[in-house]
């Protein structure tokens, strides 16, 4: 695997290295080793995968409040996803920035997405898998989310939006905290 950190404080994008033959590919996905000696962690307590029938389809952006915060190793195992992560640590320098890439069985890259970040992707094709370690468990109680059109997010979504659970349309519009907020976060 190789490493590369991201834009956003703290996210990498982790290449794979595939050894080739003529039956086609094998490719590590998760080292022990490895994601130690880049500082990540080792322990993720959920593994979890969804499928989206529709290109178009957006889900997220979510994250987990304290004490539930996650950090997540997210793929795309078939099909393509516009993958896009938001910074809402304030003490981050990349706080309220967002970032986006494209994930896909074709180019086997993942994400690895630090506590305190929000993550959404937009399907880019139909049929769609996407693969996560969670590294806590799920906290419905301590779920959060940021509407796709927040106009804090700016993200252009490159394919007409077509699928969006109630949920995902019900987020509150996101409100940056103020700086005497700041110091206390
Ligand atoms: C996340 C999660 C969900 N669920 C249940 C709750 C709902 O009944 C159903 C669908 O959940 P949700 O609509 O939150 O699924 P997504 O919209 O794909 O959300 C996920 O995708 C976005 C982009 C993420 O980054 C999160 O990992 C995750 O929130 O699965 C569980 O039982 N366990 C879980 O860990």
């Not at 290295?17 to 490895?34: K, N």
């Not at 499928?51 to 994250?63: C, D, E, K, S, V």
């Not at 906290?139 to 509407?147: K, N, T, V």
Request: proline share 8%; charged share 25%.
């Amino acid at each position: 695997m190789q490493f590369h950190a991201a834009r956003i404080c703290g996210s990498w994008l982790i290449e794979p290295d595939p050894a080739t033959d003529e039956r086609g590919w094998f490719a590590r996905t998760f080292c022990e080793r490895e994601f130690a000696e880049h500082g990540l962690p080792t322990h993720f307590v959920q593994h979890s995968r969804s499928f989206t029938r529709r290109a178009g389809t957006i889900r997220g952006l979510h994250f987990q409040s304290p004490p539930f915060a996650e950090e997540k190793l997210v793929s795309c195992v078939a099909g393509a996803i516009l993958d896009v992560i938001f910074d809402l640590r304030p003490d981050s320098p990349t706080y309220m920035e967002t970032w986006s890439v494209e994930l896909s069985g074709e180019n086997g890259r993942q994400l690895f997405i630090p506590k305190g970040v929000a993550h959404g992707f937009q399907a880019l094709t139909d049929n769609v898998l996407v693969n996560y370690l969670i590294s806590e468990f799920y906290a419905p109680e301590h779920a959060r989310g940021i509407r796709y059109d927040d106009p804090v997010l700016n993200v252009r979504w490159p394919l007409p939006v077509a699928t969006v659970s109630e949920r995902d349309l019900s987020w509150p519009r996101w409100e940056p905290l103020v700086p005497e907020e700041r110091s206390l976060s």
